[in-house]
């Protein structure tokens, strides 16, 4: 927590609010792409409240988009979330909150605010940027998410304003930036052909889970030699703190 | 309330599952090598998938139109290290860019 209230605008609170801004403003394409993809106003202001990370939310419009069932929309959308589990351990062992700030923490711990949390130096910066990145992205996203549902549904026909184009490069950007070595570029594109090979041959809303299986098993099978997300030293240290 | 609606709320309901999940379940469950591998390795393949599935497909049929082009024109954004909003707008413009020439459907 700062020492006083003059010095709230650390490294870390801008930080967060950049990385709130930037990514609050997309949610304006998250709003429009999800009216043209056939959801009411409520469905998507919902998507944005309650789910509220971004990767799941596009997968479940993405997934009705292509004419997918709502059951495989729910699927994809919480594969997709399953990184933020990973996320909250990560977060408990570095900020290690009070238990009844968890089930806050635990709404607004998604991809922007565990990245500033967790590249902050001191305990108090990793504090100040898990909640100014939380919290500002949830406020931007929700607000933004609203103006772009409200465009969306004067625009009428999608693909007349290229929101198939958007989509598609909406997608690519979530994925871009997890591309950094060989075997992410690798299982991407694996994914792609596998996903185009079953399109043909299965109902929409299957192929993205039948990727999902293929994926799960390749990392099974290849998952041997990696690091673990936190470090087991440091922990033991929080459980005994605990208790 | 639809049955989209009552998948709609399930799918948050999941989605803050696994968000809380990791303050609580025990950590030999999460903390292990595999999960963080699988977890990375998943986020990966479904991205990649859901890309495939918006640029070349429709329905049950695999398609090449405008948003090939979307595809192509986000690339070249993204590897001048364009701001997300900026690569989404470029796709969005691509395509219709593309519609507009009639150089694809």
Known sequence: ?243 | MSELSWWLLGACAAAFALKISGYFVPRRVLDSPLMSHVAATLTVALLASLVTMNAVTSGQELIIDARIGALAAATIALIFKAPYLVVVLVGALAAVALRATGLAA
Request: hydrophobic letters at 50%.
């Open chain 1, 1 to 243: 927590m700062p020492s006083t209230k003059n010095n709230w605008l650390t490294p870390a609170t801008k930080m967060g609010l950049s990385i709130a801004l930037a990514t609050g403003l997309y949610g304006i394409s998250f709003g429009a792409l999800s009216i043209a993809a056939g959801l009411n106003l409520w469905q998507t202001v919902a998507l944005s409240a309650l789910m509220f990370t971004g990767g799941s939310q596009f997968a479940f419009i993405g997934v009705l988009s292509g004419g997918g069932a709502a059951s495989a929309a729910f699927s994809a959308a919480t594969l997709l979330g399953v990184r933020n589990a990973v996320y909250g351990m990560q977060i408990k062992q570095s900020l290690r909150p009070s238990p009844r700030l968890v089930p806050f923490m635990a709404q607004v711990t998604i991809d922007e605010s565990t990245a500033t949390s967790l590249g902050q130096a001191s305990l108090s910066e990793r504090h100040l940027g898990f909640w100014t990145a939380g919290l500002g992205v949830y406020v931007l996203w929700n607000l933004f998410t609203l103006v772009g549902a409200l465009l969306g549904e004067r625009m009428g026909d999608p693909a007349a304003w290229g929101l198939d184009g958007a989509a598609v490069a909406a997608f690519l950007g979530l994925l871009w930036p997890r591309l950094k070595s060989a075997q992410p570029v690798f299982v991407a594109c694996a994914a792609a052909i596998v996903t185009a090979f079953a399109v043909p041959l299965t109902v929409p809303g299957v192929p993205i889970l039948i990727t999902a299986g293929c994926a799960v098993l390749f990392a099974v099978l290849t998952g041997r030699h990696t690091k673990p997300a936190t470090e087991h030293g440091q922990l033991q240290q929080v459980d005994q703190e605990k208790t």
